[in-house]
C-alpha cells in the first residue's frame, strides 16, 4: 500500500470518528430531560427547530458522512482540498455552537473531540504529498 493510500485512509477513518461523535453528542442530548424538552417545544435556546433549520443541518452532516467515501475514491488533489474544505467548514461550525446558548459539559467535550479531529484533518490533508512526490531522505 502506497504512503498516499494510507493517507486517504486515515482521512477516512478520522471522518467516521469524527461523525461517531456527533452522532452521540446528539444521542446523548435527545437523554438530557431539558434538550428534550425543548426540542419537542420546536425551539432549542434562541434556535427555531425549522424545516429549514433541518435542511441546513443534513446538509452539515452529509459533509462528513460523504468525506468518509470521497477521501478514499477521489484523485489526490480533489480529495486534499476537499478535506481541507469540509475540514475547516466543520471545526468552525462546532466551534460556533459552543456561544450558542449554555452548551453542557458533556456537548463541550464532544465539541473539544470533534474539533481536535477535523483540525488533524485540515493538518494532515494540507501536508499530504501527491503519489511519487520526492521525499526527503532521512
Known sequence: ?????QRAELLS???????LNY??????GLMDASLLRQYLA???????????FFFAAAVLMELPIAM??????????????SNVAAGA????VVFVTLFVGTPT???TLFAV????????????ALRWKPPGALRPAA
Open 42 to 52: 420546536g425551539r432549542v435556546d434562541a434556535i427555531e427547530l425549522t424545516p429549514g
Open 113 to 124: 473531540i470533534e474539533m481536535g479531529c477535523t483540525a488533524l484533518i485540515v493538518a494532515l
Open 105 to 107: 459539559a458533556y456537548y
Open 13 to 19: 477513518l478520522l471522518w467516521i470518528f469524527a461523525m
Open 1 to 5: 500500500m502506497t504512503g498516499s493510500n
Open 68 to 81: 468518509v467515501v470521497l477521501s478514499r475514491l477521489l484523485p489526490h488533489r480533489a480529495s486534499r482540498w
Open 23 to 28: 452522532l452521540y453528542a446528539d444521542v446523548i
Open 89 to 92: 467548514l466543520k471545526t468552525i
